[in-house]
């Protein structure tokens, strides 16, 4: 790893467990680019609900998938992705907790994530890159510089993405964003192709009670003490 000119960190774990504030944190602090693999399973997913696809039917999904252009721009300090849908930034679209559920069905399909692994890998090609998703330290990035998993309480996590929809104006009760919450993790975990789960070699850490500023470091300082990149 030392005097590598480019490195690769996997930052995997359930949904809200706190991955992609650290992986953009960490981001700006090594100086390198954020990559959200979740954004693109999202835009599938809308594509499929915007033209009114039958994502029960595999065959169905994977004969759009040609139709289905999707790009990431980094913007700023490279830490902020702008999702960008066959020309169209759908960034803010992705988000909505009916495509949250999406996403995660069409994330069972080979064909979807052999598109979706293929543009990751192509996007972190010869770049310093923090990704997190479900199967980056297992499938896209075996052989990662650093592998991260991060976890909460299923409590936690629905408490967080529930004030997250809370501040965009989306109430909905805290029990609702539990059950679609634990669902997901289900879908995730028990999905035959790149399931959600501990790659062997990462470093599991639970963020329940931690801050947020506590969770960067254990990242970065992790990642500093073993390279030359700082
Ligand atoms: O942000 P959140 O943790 O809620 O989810 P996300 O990272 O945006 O991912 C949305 C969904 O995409 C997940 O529930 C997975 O089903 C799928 N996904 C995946 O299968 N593999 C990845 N590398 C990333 C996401």
């Not at 996997?10 to 960490?26: V, Y």
């Not at 999707?70 to 992705?94: E, H, W, Y």
Request: aromatic letters at 6%; one cysteine or more.
């Amino acid at each position: 790893m030392k005097n590598k000119k480019h490195f690769v960190v996997a930052i995997d774990g359930p949904a809200s467990s706190g991955k992609s504030t650290i992986a953009k944190n960490a981001a700006k602090l090594l100086n390198c680019i954020y990559i959200d693999s979740g954004a693109m399973y999202r835009a599938v997913g809308l594509y499929v609900h915007q033209n009114e696809i039958d994502i029960q039917n595999e065959e169905q999904v994977k004969k759009s998938l040609p139709e289905i252009s999707i790009k990431i721009q980094n913007q700023g300090d490279g830490t902020d992705n702008k999702i960008i849908l066959n020309s169209k930034d759908v960034s803010k679209a992705i988000r909505q907790p009916k495509i949250s559920q999406n996403a995660s069905i069409v994330a069972k399909y080979g064909a979807v994530r052999q598109k979706l692994v293929q543009l990751q890998r192509k996007i972190a090609n010869n770049k310093s890159v923090i990704m997190d998703g479900r199967d980056i330290g297992t499938v896209v990035f075996p052989h990662a510089d650093f592998k991260f998993f991060i976890i909460a309480s299923a409590q936690e996590r629905a408490k967080r993405r529930w004030k997250e929809l809370r501040e965009k104006g989306e109430e909905k009760p805290l029990q609702e964003v539990l059950d679609e919450l634990k669902w997901r993790d289900k879908t995730d975990s028990s999905r035959k192709i790149a399931p959600l789960k501990r790659p062997k070699d990462a470093i599991e850490i639970d963020t329940t009670a931690l801050s947020i500023e506590e969770q960067t470091n254990l990242v970065c300082n992790y990642i500093t003490k073993k390279t030359a990149v700082h």
